[in-house]
């Protein structure tokens, strides 16, 4: 019974297109992140939210947005899409932002930019 | 920037054997080191915490941290070839940078 739900599972998507992957949480946590896995490069931190509000940003691109329309929800927009943003992308959350907190991991969007 | 390595890169054993990993990190002022256990297409699960310099230990697994050395290794015993997946080392630091991940282990059992 996944708690948090990503879709969707898999996206193709064209150089220059716009996707948004969508995430929602139902652990009833504070926090909430988007980290990337690449082919060959560990997983690495996008963004956290808590309480709906961004609090750290660790993406270089604008083109990487996230939205939050509810606590339990946090979209992932992505515009201008090149092939080096294919990767898997996982939402988690946490109880609250605190560094001995346990972050739980969605099962993941894969996308691939053609 | 935290940096985390892990050791082996893969590692295959026979069912019923230890399985050692290796992770050290960068920065002494880490937070609570964490490792993850990932399978094919799967997000990663969280298997155990430290926080404190020496040893915990949670069912089969023992994990042991050093922080002078900057090292935390897991000991996986009497592994099961349902033990077979990717292990991620995690070091959680300054709040911006989120976790902080490694590479990896490859961990495979067989019957």
């Known amino acids: 019974d996944p708690k948090i739900i990503q879709k969707p599972k898999y996206l193709v998507a064209v150089t220059g297109s716009e996707k948004i992957l969508i995430c929602e949480q139902y652990?009833?946590?504070?926090?909430m992140y988007w980290y990337r896995q690449s082919a060959k490069k560990p997983l690495e931190f996008m963004f956290s939210?808590?309480?709906?509000?961004?609090?750290d940003n660790q993406t270089a691109s604008s083109r990487f947005q996230p939205q939050s329309s509810k606590k339990n929800h946090l979209d992932l927009q992505i515009t201008a899409l090149k092939p080096d943003d294919s990767a898997t992308y996982f939402c988690?959350?946490?109880?609250?932002?605190?560094?001995?907190?346990?972050?739980?991991f969605g099962k993941g969007t894969r996308l691939t930019v053609v | 920037q935290e940096k985390v390595q892990q050791s082996p890169e893969s590692l295959i054993v026979p069912e019923g054997a230890m399985v050692s990993l290796n992770c050290s990190f960068s920065?002494?002022?880490?937070?609570s080191i964490w490792w993850y256990q990932q399978h094919p297409g799967k997000g990663p699960k969280a298997l155990i915490?430290?926080?404190?310099?020496g040893n915990k230990k949670e069912g089969r697994l023992t994990v042991y941290l050093n922080r002078a050395s900057l090292h935390v290794s897991l000991h996986i015993k009497d592994s099961q070839p349902s033990d077979s997946a990717v292990y991620l080392c995690?070091?959680?630091?300054?709040?911006?940078?989120?976790?902080?991940f490694g590479l990896g282990t490859r961990v495979s059992v067989f019957p």
């Open positions: 988690a959350s946490s109880r609250d932002r605190g560094g001995n907190t346990e972050v739980f």
């Open positions: 652990l009833g946590h504070n926090a």
């Open positions: 939210y808590s309480y709906q509000k961004l609090m």
């Open positions: 920065d002494s002022a880490s937070q």
């Open positions: 915490s430290i926080f404190s310099n």
């Open positions: 995690a070091v959680s630091g300054n709040y911006a940078q989120g976790l902080t």
